[in-house]
Nanobody
Framework: QVQLEESGGGSVQPGSSLRLSCAAS????????IGWFRQAPGKEREGVSCLSTIDEGTWYKDSVKGRFTMSRDNVKNTVYLQMNNLKVEDTAIYYC???????????????????WGKGTPVTVSS
C-alpha cells in the first residue's frame, strides 16, 4: 500500500504563489508516476500535473502551463507543486495521486488512479 499526504494549501490573493507538498510512504516502488488532481466547487476532479519517476518527464494541464512546476526530493519521497501567478479559477481541493504512468492524468481517467491523498484546499480570492 501507498500513503500520500498533502500539505501547503491555503488562502491567497490572485497573483500570489503557493507550494504544495506530497509525502509518499509505504510501498513507494508500486508506482511510477505521481502528480496532482484538483476539484473545484461544483466541478469534476481534473488532472493538473504529473511527473514520471522513471524518466522525470512531466505533463501539465494547458491552463497551468508556465505557472505550475513539479519537482521531487527522492530522499524525502516528496513531490512538490510550485504554483505561481495563481488565479481565482485555481481555487480547488488539490489531491496528490500516484499510478503506474501519467496516462490517467493525460486522459483524465480518475477511476484508473491507484492511490489518492486526502487533499489540501487552495483558495484564491481578492
Amino acid at each position: 500500500q501507498v500513503q500520500l499526504e498533502e500539505s501547503g494549501g491555503g488562502s491567497v490573493q490572485p497573483g500570489s504563489s503557493l507550494r504544495l507538498s506530497c509525502a509518499a510512504s509505504g510501498s513507494t516502488s508500486d508506482f511510477y508516476a505521481i502528480g496532482w488532481f484538483r476539484q473545484a466547487p461544483g466541478k469534476e476532479r481534473e488532472g493538473v500535473s504529473c511527473l514520471s519517476t522513471i524518466d522525470e518527464g512531466t505533463w501539465y494541464k494547458d491552463s497551468v502551463k508556465g505557472r505550475f512546476t513539479m519537482s521531487r526530493d527522492n530522499v524525502k519521497n516528496t513531490v512538490y507543486l510550485q504554483m505561481n501567478n495563481l488565479k481565482v479559477e485555481d481555487t480547488a481541493i488539490y489531491y496528490c495521486a500516484a499510478d503506474e504512468s501519467c496516462w490517467a492524468w493525460r486522459k483524465q481517467a480518475l477511476r484508473a488512479v491507484d492511490y489518492w491523498g486526502k487533499g489540501t484546499p487552495v483558495t484564491v480570492s481578492s
